[in-house]
């Protein structure tokens, strides 16, 4: 199953699955050479923005048959990228979790086209409770990071 991480523009996505499923991974003894990243946002990734390309790059990182997570951020960057994840689905070894903005990747159609063969994890953005609950500094310094979103 692709797990598909969807939601509105900066609010977790892509810390979620870099940062805290990657930890998570590696807590539990996972071989960081079998956690394949991809931020395909970034522009020194640009030519893994090419469906074939991406393929290759990831399948040529894949050297046995211990299981392998696949990361990729901004899923909605690679043209066809279906067609990419589809390639996935019959290698029993690779794990593929993809973020993708609600914008350029709506979830009606995420769910159409993986039907049966991928999940949806929905992200919102914190609320101020939630935010706070993990700050340190005052209610009113609180409120002003998380609207301009300035911490450090």
């Given amino acids: 199953m692709i797990k598909i991480i969807t939601g509105i523009r900066r609010c ?14 590696l807590a539990r003894g996972v071989p960081e050479d079998h956690v394949i990243e991809v931020n395909l946002e970034n522009r020194l990734n640009r030519k893994l923005r090419n469906p074939d390309t991406l393929l290759e790059h990831i ?24 067609d990419v994840l589809n390639s996935f689905l019959d290698k029993e070894n690779v794990d593929v979790y993809v973020t993708g903005s609600n914008s350029k990747m709506p979830s009606k159609d995420v769910v159409t086209e993986f039907r049966d063969m991928g999940d949806e994890i929905h992200v919102c953005p914190l609320t101020f409770d939630e935010f706070y609950a993990a700050y340190q500094w005052e209610k009113r310094h609180a409120w002003r990071d998380l609207l301009t979103m300035t911490i450090c």
């Fill in 12 to 25: 977790g996505k892509s810390f979620l699955l870099f940062n805290l499923y990657k930890q998570n991974l």
């Fill in 59 to 82: 399948y040529g990182r894949i050297i046995d048959s211990d299981k392998y997570f696949v990361l990729l951020d901004d899923v909605q960057m690679v043209p066809e990228f279906e």
